[in-house]
């Protein structure tokens, strides 16, 4: 027989330790990088926090703006990884159905 109060219980500790997952996804630090000529440092939920650019980079405009969205997308993949891990770690490996997610 289900007991619908230790279900509750669960449920509640699962949001919890989302929750902390999120604050924490908040303040930590990723970053991407194109050609090692650019630098993006991004927090957990995709908020550009710097970008590094070298001398080499500012020589060519096109260059240098391919290099910045490339370096974006890396740290934004490597954001995906940590929410992903994070979240997966939060809810004890539970899988959420697809096209299901939590907000960060």
């Known amino acids: 027989m289900v007991n619908i109060t230790k279900l509750v219980q669960q449920a509640k500790e699962m949001q919890e330790k ?3 997952a999120q604050e924490e996804l908040a303040t930590t630090i990723v970053t991407g990088s194109a050609g ?3 630098t993006v440092k991004m ?3 995709k908020y550009v926090e710097s ?3 070298s001398d080499e980079a500012i020589k060519d405009k096109e260059e240098l703006s391919d290099l ?3 370096a974006c997308r890396d740290a934004a993949e490597e954001a995906d990884a940590l ?3 994070r979240l997966t770690d939060s809810t004890g490996g ?3 159905p697809p096209g299901v ?4």
């Open 18 to 20: 989302v929750a902390k």
């Open 36 to 38: 090692g000529l650019v």
């Open 43 to 45: 927090n957990g939920r």
């Open 51 to 53: 970008i590094e650019i």
């Open 68 to 70: 910045i969205v490339a």
């Open 83 to 85: 929410t992903e891990k």
């Open 94 to 96: 539970f899988k959420l």
């Open 101 to 104: 997610s939590f907000p960060v």
